[in-house]
């Protein structure tokens, strides 16, 4: 996020093999009382490569979101689809129905969009091996080009005001 969006306010509440259940935990706290500008997550994959339909893991995001909305009534919320890696393309359908099953479920939560992403990352049909640093997470070129799909959903959907509200005003945690 720092490399990809300079200048960016981020929190991050993500951790390394972590689970929704891990990330639901940490996405709802906030050392502030001042609601976030936007909520931009990736989340699920891990849930799938443990053996979790693409269906049931949906369903606990969808989850999440209703939280995250309750929360934060009027912040945009964006989730991000399942990005195609060498070492989880076993997963690739169950990954594809996450990613329809996500759509549908939260196309009724207001300000809540899915960002569908990952096109950049596929060569000849299968995720290009040389944009990862191992064979699930990106390198710095993989990172670049998967934000290119986020940058531009976050600029159709927020207002100008709104991104500019996302800059660092304190040091990120």
Same mark, same amino acid.
């Given at each position: 996020?720092?490399?990809?969006?300079?200048?960016?306010?981020?929190? #991050?509440?993500?951790?390394?093999? %972590? &689970?929704?259940?891990?990330?639901?935990?940490? @996405?709802?706290?906030? $050392? /502030?009382?001042?609601?976030?500008?936007?909520?931009?997550?990736?989340?699920?994959?891990?849930?799938?490569?443990?053996?979790?339909?693409?269906?049931?893991?949906?369903?606990?995001?969808?989850?999440?979101?209703?939280?995250?909305?309750?929360?934060?009534?009027?912040?945009?919320?964006?989730?991000?689809?399942?990005?195609?890696?060498?070492?989880?393309?076993?997963?690739?359908?169950?990954?594809? #129905?996450?990613?329809?099953?996500? %759509? &549908?479920?939260?196309?009724?939560?207001?300000? @809540?969009?899915?960002? $569908? /992403?990952?096109?950049?990352?596929?060569?000849?049909?299968?995720?290009?091996?040389?944009?990862?640093?191992?064979?699930?997470?990106?390198?710095?070129?993989?990172?670049?080009?998967?934000?290119?799909?986020?940058?531009?959903?976050?600029?159709?959907?927020?207002?100008?005001?709104?991104?500019?509200?996302?800059?660092?005003?304190?040091?990120?945690?």
């Amino acid at each position: 996020m720092d490399r990809d969006f300079p200048g960016w306010q981020v929190h #991050r509440r993500g951790i390394d093999g %972590a &689970r929704i259940s891990q990330i639901a935990a940490r @996405a709802l706290r906030t $050392n /502030s009382e001042v609601a976030p500008a936007a909520l931009l997550f990736y989340v699920g994959e891990n849930d799938i490569a443990f053996g979790a339909s693409g269906i049931a893991t949906a369903q606990k995001v969808a989850r999440l979101v209703g939280e995250m909305r309750v929360k934060w009534p009027s912040v945009p919320i964006f989730v991000i689809s399942m990005k195609p890696s060498p070492e989880r393309w076993p997963q690739r359908n169950e990954q594809l #129905r996450y990613n329809n099953a996500i %759509a &549908r479920l939260i196309r009724v939560v207001n300000n @809540a969009k899915v960002i $569908n /992403s990952g096109r950049y990352l596929i060569r000849n049909g299968r995720p290009d091996s040389a944009l990862y640093a191992d064979t699930i997470h990106l390198n710095t070129e993989g990172y670049a080009l998967w934000s290119i799909d986020i940058r531009e959903a976050i600029n159709r959907s927020m207002s100008l005001r709104r991104i500019a509200s996302c800059q660092n005003k304190a040091q990120p945690s």
